[in-house]
């Protein structure tokens, strides 16, 4: 295997997958559960916490504010310091490629006492942080990042949190939760419009740790906290990790995939709703509720797929898997069209981009926009991909190489350990002929 810098995976065609896979626990109702156990009252245990880059940044960042957290492979325990508790001396915080742990942190941090710096690797330092600076500041908050809206993120903490009424200008949960995480601590209450619906695991989250949010219509409602009160959690399996194994069974011959203890949340879902309208064979067997998250087992068969418009509706509750759903079209007959997804630009990286590069090293013919792109079914060839340090692309592109006619090579795969590290041997078990370079 190579240096953890320099990964690259290669992929022989084995033209038929089949298993029963684990998948690791959800990224972001991980971030979630740590968060708010840590500024809970008394302990909380966290089972089927996801051992990844991201959510072990997020750890890290509580760790060295004073938070205990004993993270072991059964369970993680926090032992929760209460509203105010958190304490660290001037802190720069590295939060490594993890969008969500500094987006969602910048409300909390903008609410403690002291002052803090927020920073990241290359891809992170690149994208877009406006979009919490301005509502934060309009709460009172002294934050303040680089001119061109980027990271460093520097707080001066001791300040008056206040709420507001918001209506964000981009649609995004990572936004709305970090206004909820700084109207925790808000006189008042924090009202924010989401007139399009984004995942709601924090919403749910507060829930559990008994400071549920107030809903109407498409408004939220967060009063100041008294106290949080610790819980248990169970996590269920990331949708966004299934969704690899559940496209690789659909797009490949005598294919069968069953994934159990799987989110189903409808916010993080929708691509099972664009699979079905393509003509996929998906059935949602044992359907429960766990630690207030939708959870179920999921069946995928081969299918025969046709090319569709994406309905822009589902999009944003589609935003992670639109790379994977992408190589689907690739393999349906016809063309399929994605419009309105103009947040793929500024993912960990330019996701339209980088997709359609790949799409066109692999013979399969593409129209590229501003908010998307056309793809017309075709076979992949093999080649050489580059995924940009972005692991949604490694792993997209990797599902690929199950069905192309010669292997494929995928470049910079080291932040697959962002979200799935144990991806490679996961996608052994269902057959696919997977390796490191
Ligand atoms: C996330 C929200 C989404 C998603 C990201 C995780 C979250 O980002 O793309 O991977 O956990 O809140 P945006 O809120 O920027 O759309």
Do not use: W
């Not at 009252?41 to 880059?53: E, M, P, R, T, V």
């Not at 507001?164 to 939760?177: G, N, R, T």
């Not at 949708?239 to 011959?253: D, E, G, L």
């Not at 079914?377 to 080649?383: I, L």
């Amino acid at each position: 295997m190579s240096s953890k810098d320099s990964i690259t995976f290669r992929i022989q065609p084995c033209y038929s997958v089949s298993g029963k896979p684990v998948i690791p626990g959800d990224k972001s109702i991980s971030h979630r559960a740590i968060i708010l156990a840590a500024i809970a009252d008394g302990n909380s245990k966290i089972n089927n916490f996801l051992q990844a880059d991201d959510t072990l940044a997020t750890i890290t960042v509580f760790k060295k504010m004073g938070v205990n957290i004993e993270n072991n492979v059964q369970n993680t325990i926090v032992r929760g310091v209460g509203l105010y508790g958190l304490y660290a001396e001037n802190p720069t915080f590295d939060f490594g490629n993890s969008g969500t742990s500094v987006r969602l942190l910048a409300g909390l941090l903008s609410s403690q006492k002291f002052n803090s710096k927020l920073v990241g690797d290359e891809s992170l330092m690149q994208r877009p942080m406006s979009r919490i600076i301005n509502p934060l500041q309009q709460m009172n908050a002294k934050i303040s990042c680089t001119t061109s809206g980027t990271l460093p993120i520097k707080i001066e903490g001791n300040q008056e949190i206040k709420s507001i009424d918001y209506k964000p200008p981009v649609i995004s949960a990572q936004l709305k939760s970090c206004l909820l995480l700084a109207g925790l601590y808000a006189e008042g209450t924090t009202k924010i419009y989401e007139e399009t619906q984004t995942r709601d695991h924090t919403e749910r989250m507060l829930s559990n740790f008994s400071h549920p949010v107030m809903k109407k219509s498409n408004q939220i409602f967060i009063k100041k906290a008294k106290r949080l009160i610790g819980c248990e959690i169970n996590v269920p399996g990331d949708f966004s990790s299934a969704a690899y194994f559940i496209v690789a069974a659909v797009i490949t011959p005598n294919s069968n995939i069953i994934l159990d203890n799987v989110g189903v949340n409808p916010t993080r879902s929708a691509m099972i709703k664009i699979l079905k309208l393509m003509g996929a064979n998906i059935e949602l067997k044992n359907e429960r509720v766990v630690s207030g998250e939708p959870v179920a087992t999921i069946c995928a068969k081969t299918s025969e797929l046709f090319g569709i418009e994406i309905p822009k509706e589902f999009v944003p509750i589609a935003i992670d898997e639109l790379p994977i759903i992408l190589i689907a079209a690739a393999c349906a007959k016809g063309k399929t069209r994605l419009t309105g997804a103009q947040e793929l630009r500024i993912k960990e990286s330019d996701r339209i981009q980088s997709m359609s590069d790949g799409f066109l090293n692999l013979n399969i013919k593409i129209e590229q926009f501003d908010d998307g792109m056309i793809v017309e079914g075709g076979e992949f060839s093999g080649g050489i991909i580059n995924s940009n340090d972005d692991h949604r692309i490694a792993m997209a592109f990797a599902i690929a190489g199950i069905i192309s006619k010669e292997s494929i090579v995928i470049n910079n795969c080291k932040n697959v350990a962002t979200s799935f590290p144990n991806f490679i041997s996961t996608a052994k078990e269902v057959g696919m002929n997977i390796d490191y370079v």
